[in-house]
């Protein structure tokens, strides 16, 4: 009896998951938005420990480059920036967690590509940092150039933009190599450290980071110098929810625009009595900017008061003071030679 | 139920029906059927859900990737390949690199394990203790533990240019073990086929020698003429073809060595983890193996002068293969599976290849679908080989 009570069991149950299963994920446009509004928290995928970018501290805190961007569009939507739950992904877990709905965005150093823009079923929000693939080398191997580096072996994470970059970089020069490809963070720079490989390849942006907190001496280990490839860095979201995608895209200008203006967390208070109608537009004091989003108009307020233009948060932590000190180069305004160009906010 | 009673003549038609459901046939026929047909419902139904929330959310599906264009180099390859080969190719150097690691770490397995194993049966109480005392060790410490302990042993030796010289033959450094190796000569695939011809030569002596045993009861030893077979004939072609005795040495060269051949620090770590694991475990089978022999058999086999070989080779391993051959089964298998911790260390073996070729193409449900299969049908192989063994080993009833 009871083997023929579970085998009706099953067949119930195989027919109640099937009406469950048939409203699985599914992005159509204002879900998202509406889903995180009654969450009452954004989930946001970050990098597990990427000094500069994404990083929690002793105390489980997160701090970061993206995760102030995470911050910037809880701060969007709640008016309250701490309103963010961060889900630590790996290079592999990243595109199913966004896929299947797990988070509601992706910051987690994220190059822009094509085939992930079409066969992931993603959107790019416009690049919040642009780097390129770059080499860790020791000072006492006497490498200056990557032509330096034929025969050696080289270690790098799998699955990243890097792994194909490295190979087509050596193969334009006519150059051998030996990848040793490790997905654990921990493990890969161990094994560059302890010298299993001649060189570690990471964006040019997560170089830094190793070197000041992971090497003995960071002074006998130096990064290569020219750019090897292009790696524009974005926020991604899942296809299919056009106004979602639109607020992420737009908290992204909105960073880059309070920077033009010359807005600071500082002096955001001040700058909300100016005159200059580009200013109260952004600020919201006239026109219905965040309405047309879906939020509240104050929205830029939130943000750059609580978390700060594209400046503040790019000082914050790749400034002088920072343990991971990087040149804003490219990553500077478009009015100063940079490619950050946010669009007009009318 | 409770108002059935036996032996009833005619039954009232509503009767039928209940006994039907009851009866043995309808049980152990219909219900099989209709379970069966639940679960593939249940399958296709989830496979249909993936597939169509995939193409909804403009996710590409299906396994045309396999023939795209990898753009990706693998750091070990047993067979030819290069980043314009295909994801397919590049998963068949992953799979052979797993077959690699996991076929020597089967005989590494093996040996040590039957060697400790024996020694856990040893009437010497010191080599005794040292045996339990490596069981108790590797077989209770997790094996991903041992494999990094093993990585970080291998990467902390010194660098290429400090490599430790071995007696002129080879260098260990954090590179791997680097070796001396002959000049390939066509001699060589004549020595292979002279060492079949060998193998094959004594084992027909061997039963030979068996044959003229039953038939006379005279013993001839065959061990020194069947290595003699064995290794004199590959010897002989040898020097027929001039002995060739080029070698290549390996030679400190850049960053690395030129020259030789280099078992890599990742599949001696991995290996090694994986191997002495699972020795542990396997000891334990072959000490359970030959306590599971009677030890009247053996008592039996000293009284009628039998040599201390005979005993084992004729008394205690035909009785104690029965025994230990099946859970061994078990251990080779889940010996592969465990080879899928190379990707914690960076050995470029199936999952390592199949999580790259995941995050490149992005079709996560198709790249782990392939590994499945490909561990099933792998450890399925393995274990039809072990039981045709076992059934070659198992006492013959007569």
């Not at chain 1, 790019?124 to 490498?143: C, E, H, M, Q």
């Not at chain 1, 967390?265 to 600020?283: F, G, H």
């Not at chain 2, 990737?65 to 753009?71: A, P």
Request: hydrophobic share 45%.
């Amino acid at each position: 009896m009871r083997l023929t009570n579970l085998s009706g069991l099953g067949a119930v149950a195989a027919l109640t998951l099937g009406l469950v299963g048939a409203t699985a994920v599914e992005a159509n446009s204002g879900d998202t938005l509406a889903a995180v509004k009654a969450r009452g928290e954004l989930l946001c995928g970050v990098h597990p420990a990427r000094h500069g970018f994404a990083a929690p501290d002793s105390q489980g805190n997160w701090s970061g480059f993206e995760v102030d961007f995470c911050h910037a569009i809880a701060a969007a939507i709640f008016g309250d920036a701490s309103k963010v739950r961060f889900v630590a992904l790996s290079s592999q877990q990243r595109f199913p967690a966004i896929q299947s709905g797990e988070v509601d965005v992706l910051a987690r150093n994220v190059t822009a590509t094509l085939s992930r823009d079409t066969a992931l079923g993603l959107n790019f929000a416009p690049p919040i940092f642009y780097t390129g693939t770059g080499f860790l080398v020791r000072k006492a191997d006497g490498i200056e150039k990557v032509e330096d580096l034929d025969g050696a072996a080289i270690c790098m994470a799998p699955g990243s933009t890097t792994e194909r970059n490295v190979a087509q970089i050596f193969a334009a020069r006519g150059l051998t190599y030996t990848p040793v490809v490790i997905e654990n963070n921990k493990q890969l720079v161990d094994a560059y450290v302890t010298g299993r490989c001649d060189a570690l390849t990471k964006d040019k942006a997560a170089l830094p980071g190793v070197r000041a907190f992971d090497t003995e001496n960071p002074d006998d280990h130096m990064m290569l110098p020219g750019i090897y490839s292009k790696e524009p860095l974005a926020m991604a979201v899942r296809q299919g929810d056009d106004q979602w995608y639109d607020l992420v895209k737009w908290v992204t200008y909105a960073t880059f625009n309070a920077e033009e203006l010359g807005l600071t967390q500082a002096n955001v208070d001040e700058m909300k009595a100016s005159d200059d109608p580009d200013i109260q537009t952004l600020l919201g004091v006239i026109g219905d900017n965040g309405t047309k989003l879906g939020v509240d108009n104050t929205w830029v307020y939130a943000i750059v008061k609580q978390v700060g233009s594209y400046e503040d948060i790019y000082m914050r932590h790749f400034g002088p003071e920072s343990p991971v000190a990087l040149d804003r180069d490219q990553n500077a305004l478009w009015t100063e030679g940079g490619l950050l160009y946010g669009f007009p906010m009318q | 139920m409770t108002d059935a009673t036996p032996g009833r003549a005619a039954k009232p038609p509503a009767r039928r029906l209940k006994d039907l459901i009851y009866s043995e046939f309808f049980r152990t026929v219909i219900y099989q059927i209709a379970l069966a047909g639940a679960v593939v419902l249940l399958g296709f139904y989830l496979y249909q859900n993936v597939v169509e929330n995939l193409s909804r959310q403009n996710i590409a599906t299906g396994f045309g990737f396999l023939k795209e264009v990898s753009q990706f180099e693998i750091g070990e390859t047993l067979i030819s390949y290069s980043s314009r080969d295909t994801y397919g190719r590049a998963l068949l150097v992953g799979l052979m690199n797993t077959l690699s690691v996991s076929a020597a770490g089967i005989v590494v397995a093996t040996v040590i394990g039957f060697s400790i194993g024996i020694m856990r049966v040893s009437s010497n109480w010191l080599l005794q203790r040292i045996a339990l005392t490596y069981v108790e060790i590797v077989r209770n410490i997790p094996v991903i533990l041992q494999v990094i302990f093993w990585a970080a042993v291998i990467r902390n030796l010194p660098a290429p240019r400090q490599a430790l010289e071995l007696w002129g033959l080879g260098f260990l450094s954090n590179r791997g073990l680097t070796f001396l190796l002959p000049v390939a000569d066509p001699a060589h695939a004549w020595m292979l086929a002279a060492l079949g011809i060998g193998i094959v030569a004594a084992l027909i002596a061997a039963r030979l020698a068996r044959r003229h045993r039953e038939a006379t009861g005279r013993y001839i030893d065959m061990l020194w003429p069947s290595v003699g077979l064995i290794l004199g004939l590959p010897l002989l072609t040898w020097l027929a073809f001039g002995a060739p005795h080029e070698l290549s040495f390996p030679e400190r060269q850049g960053f690395n060595f030129r020259g030789g051949a280099t078992i890599s620090p990742e599949f001696v770590a991995l290996m090694a983890g994986i191997a002495l694991y699972s020795s542990g475990f396997i000891a334990e089978i072959v000490r359970a193996g030959i306590q599971a022999t009677p030890r009247g058999q053996v008592e039996a086999a000293r009284s009628i002068a039998l040599r201390p070989r005979f005993i084992l080779r004729y008394v205690v391993l035909p009785q104690a293969l029965r025994v230990i051959v099946p859970p061994l089964t078990s251990q080779y298998v889940s010996l592969i599976k465990n080879s899928s911790i190379a990707v914690v260390i960076g050995y470029p073996d199936l999952v390592n290849i199949g999580n790259t070729v995941m995050n490149q193409t992005g079709q996560a449900v198709e790249a782990i679908a392939v590994m499945m299969v490909v561990y099933l049908i792998v450890s399925l192989v393995t274990s039809i080989a072990m039981n045709f063994y076992n059934r070659l080993v198992a006492i013959k009833e007569r």
